[in-house]
């Protein structure tokens, strides 16, 4: 059993979350990707984020019905800084023996992962698929890499290696670490938080049933 952890603090949750969590599950061969919202995210201003209890609500109506999707609310019910490496310990106590873990981030995040509670203890318990979208960011492939190899051999291990299509990085003290492009939606959760704000429709960025929800809750008013 191969299981996916992605959090975030999706908020809300939208196609472009969704599009590269079933890419990610069927491009590396995982059973299960879970979608974790952070109960207080520290790296995150709060002052926009909807009650978790909300996104987590968010989050079980975009995967329903989706084969290898699930919302996990362990970081609610945990409470407090939602600290991944916590989480991660979480799974490995808890999932039956066998079960592969890995951890789901995007670019932007893993380029500032050393920031991140326990950082190092985190990269040898959990191999990292880091999610790349090269046409959303102007970016190319080839420059991603590097900037993914330059960051680990900077930052984390001198002894980086590139090698395979999708691009595997390996170092002294870590995992592993994969580069996996995603398809490139032009959707952000601060995009909808603003057009939501202004009273305009977010229809075809979020899930109906999402958008019901906010709609009823009346969040990002």
Request: hydrophobic content about 45%; aromatic content about 6%.
């Amino acid at each position: 059993m191969k299981i996916g952890l992605f959090g975030g603090t999706f908020n809300p949750i939208h196609f472009g979350h969704l599009r590269a969590a079933l890419e990610v599950k069927e491009g590396c061969g995982l059973d299960q990707v879970l979608l974790i919202p952070a109960a207080v995210p520290p790296h995150k201003d709060s002052g926009a984020l909807a009650a978790a209890v909300d996104r987590l609500r968010m989050i079980e109506l975009a995967a329903e019905g989706e084969p290898g999707l699930a919302a996990s609310d362990i970081e609610i019910r945990r409470g407090g800084p939602s600290y991944t490496v916590d989480t991660v310990r979480h799974f490995r106590r808890e999932l039956p023996a066998g079960t592969d873990i890995f951890l789901i981030v995007g670019l932007d995040a893993f380029l500032e992962i050393d920031t991140w509670k326990s950082f190092r203890e985190l990269l040898t318990l959990v191999p990292v698929i880091v999610i790349s979208r090269p046409d959303a960011s102007h970016r190319s492939a080839g420059s991603e890499r590097d900037a993914v190899a330059d960051f680990i051999r900077s930052r984390i291990s001198p002894s980086c290696t590139l090698s395979g299509d999708p691009a595997g990085f390996s170092a002294e003290g870590v995992r592993s670490v994969t580069l996996f492009s995603v398809t490139a939606l032009d959707v952000s959760s601060r995009r909808i938080r603003d057009l939501a704000a202004a009273g305009r429709s977010i229809r075809f960025l979020v899930p109906e049933p999402v958008r019901n929800h906010i709609k009823a809750k009346g969040l990002y008013l």
